[in-house]
Every structure is written in C-alpha cells, then in structure tokens.
C-alpha cells in the first residue's frame, strides 16, 4: 500500500568511502528536511557485486586513484573531513552485522553508530572485533558489555546474519549494483526511484520537493 509520506532508503556498506561521504552530506542536508521517513539498511556491497558481477573501483588502478582524487575534492569543497586509510579494503562482515543487530535492537542509538570516524578519518581496521568495541562504547555510555553482546550476536546469531543476509538480497532486488543506493519513493507512490551516489542527493531533494542549500553551504547547515 502506498505510504501517505515520502521515504528514502538508503542502502550502505562501511566500507565504501562514498558511503562514508554520501551519509555525512546527507545528513547535513537531511536536518531541513521534515515529512519524509529516511531508513538506512545495511548490505555487502561485496555480496551485491559477486552476485550481479560488477566489479569494485578499486579492482582498477586509474578508477582507484580517482577515486582517491575525487574524494579529497569532494571534502575540500564541502568541508566533510576525509582520509582515504592505507589498509583498503578490511573485511566488512562482522561490523555490518553488528549495525544490522543494532537496527533492530537499539534503534534510538543505531544511526549513532553508523556515523563514527574509525576507518575513513582515523584508519582503524573495521574488521576487528576490538575496534569496533572501541568505537561504539562511547555510544552506549561505556557499558561494555552491552556491546560485546552485539558483537557477539553479530558473530554467531543465526537470526543477524539470516536478516543481513536478507538486506542484500533485498538491495540486489531492487536493482543496486553500489553505494551508497537511495531507493527514493514520493508520498503516495508505490514506485521505487533509484539514485546511485552521495552525489545524487540534490536530485533526490528536487524528486521529492525537498530543499536543498547547495554542496558549498553543506558545511554551514
Ligand atoms: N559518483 C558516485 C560514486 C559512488 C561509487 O562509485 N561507489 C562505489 C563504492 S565506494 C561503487 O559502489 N561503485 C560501483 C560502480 O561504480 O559500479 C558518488 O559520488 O558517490
């Protein structure tokens, strides 16, 4: 049934540096926008391209290097603090199934806890259980142990990883081959639009009505 407000999914890996560009420029620009219902879904974006057999950028050395270039541009421009870490890419699996718990379970906090600076500023390798630790324990006020539950969960419930599973084949269904995807829907539609990019967001304020102040005032929002 068609929903009376407008959504956008967002479907995103960490380990993708235009994620990691797309979420904070989205987010600045998201403050102003009201009546629409935004979700992030987490996937592998290395399980969407094995299976519809696309290829990562950074499988090609010059697609690599601008990638690199871009970003850095990117940052200069809109004042989003970037460094591209020098082990890419790290495993992804264990702390995209740790948000998937989080989604669930600890909805108020789970954005929180996509929104950290571990592996795109600082360089930490994601992939490890006692980073991941680190970066989310300020989230949850040091408790520890609550966190090392997720991790846990993230490592053995069958339940997680069923779900996660079930994001990424949801994302391949809908037709994203990368990240980050926005699955956009107008109030009143049934129909899925897809955007590809964290440069896409101005196209996406313009489907949906939404304003939009400009990449150079990003950092002013
Ligand atoms: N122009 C897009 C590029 C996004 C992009 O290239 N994302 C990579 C992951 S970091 C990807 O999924 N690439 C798949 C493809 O280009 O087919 C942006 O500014 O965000």
């Known amino acids: 049934m068609a929903a009376t407000r407008a959504s956008i999914i967002c479907y995103y890996d960490l380990i993708s540096p235009y994620t990691y560009m797309g979420f904070k420029l989205f987010n600045r620009f998201r403050k102003q926008w009201t009546n629409v219902d935004v979700t992030f879904r987490p996937m ?5 391209m094995n299976e519809i ?10 697609k690599k290097s601008h990638m690199i270039a871009d970003l850095d541009r990117i940052s200069g421009v809109t004042g989003v603090p970037f460094k591209f870490p020098q ?9 995209m199934r740790v948000l998937t718990a989080l989604q669930i379970h600890e909805a108020d906090k789970y954005e929180q ?8 500023i600082h360089g930490r390798d994601i992939s490890q259980a006692d980073v991941i630790q680190q970066a989310l324990s300020p989230v949850f006020h040091s408790d520890t142990s609550k ?3 997720y991790l846990q969960r993230a490592a053995q419930d069958q339940e997680i990883k069923k779900i996660f599973k079930q994001y990424t084949d949801e994302a391949i269904a809908k037709g994203v081959f990368g990240a980050p995807t926005f699955i956009v829907r ?11 990019g964290s440069d896409r ?4 304020a313009a489907t949906l009505g939404l304003p ?3 990449l150079t005032s990003v950092s002013k929002l």
């Open 44 to 48: 592998l974006l290395g399980g969407v």
């Open 53 to 62: 057999k696309n290829q990562p950028l950074f499988a090609f050395p010059s």
């Open 87 to 95: 082990k890419f890419p790290v495993n992804t699996v264990l702390p």
């Open 113 to 120: 806890c996509i929104d950290k600076d571990e592996y795109f």
């Open 147 to 149: 966190v090392q539950s």
């Open 186 to 196: 107008k109030a009143g539609s049934e129909e899925d639009l897809l955007f590809f």
């Open 201 to 204: 967001i101005e196209m996406i």
């Open 212 to 214: 939009y102040a400009g």
